[in-house]
Nanobody
């Protein structure tokens, strides 16, 4: 079983930046695709960004494309989400997740391990 721990959330003004990190332990990390999801109050959890096992392919939700960048460091067992030009509608709890397999997907049901989440709040 893999454990995922997110960090880097916080309060930022609109237009600002944050960098989220997810540290994985307990399993070979490099063989699996990874994803970031978010959930705002009263809304369903939604896909934000994903990266395949080798880091060569990425995918982004339309709402964050051009502002967010996902990356991974397999030597350090971490996956990061750089978030620039943040907007109030980006406010949510952000979750890191490990997929059951090496290739990208956006379906939450395809991800078998989840972190506890980190709060991101963007003020207007």
């Amino acid at each position: 079983q893999v454990q995922l721990v997110e960090s880097g959330g916080g309060l930022v003004q609109a237009g600002g930046s944050l960098r989220l990190s997810c540290a994985a332990s307990g399993r070979t990390f490099s063989a699996y695709a990874m994803g970031w999801f978010r959930q705002a109050p009263g809304k369903e959890r939604e896909f934000v960004a994903g990266i395949n096992w080798s880091g060569t392919t990425t995918d982004y939700a339309d709402s964050v494309k051009g502002r967010f960048t996902i990356s991974r460091d397999s030597a350090r067992n971490t996956v990061n989400l750089q978030m620039n030009n943040l907007k109030p509608e980006d406010t949510a709890v952000y979750y890191c997740a490990l997929k059951r397999g090496p290739y990208l997907t956006r379906r939450t049901s395809d991800f078998g391990s989840w972190g506890q989440g980190t709060q991101v709040t963007v003020s207007s």
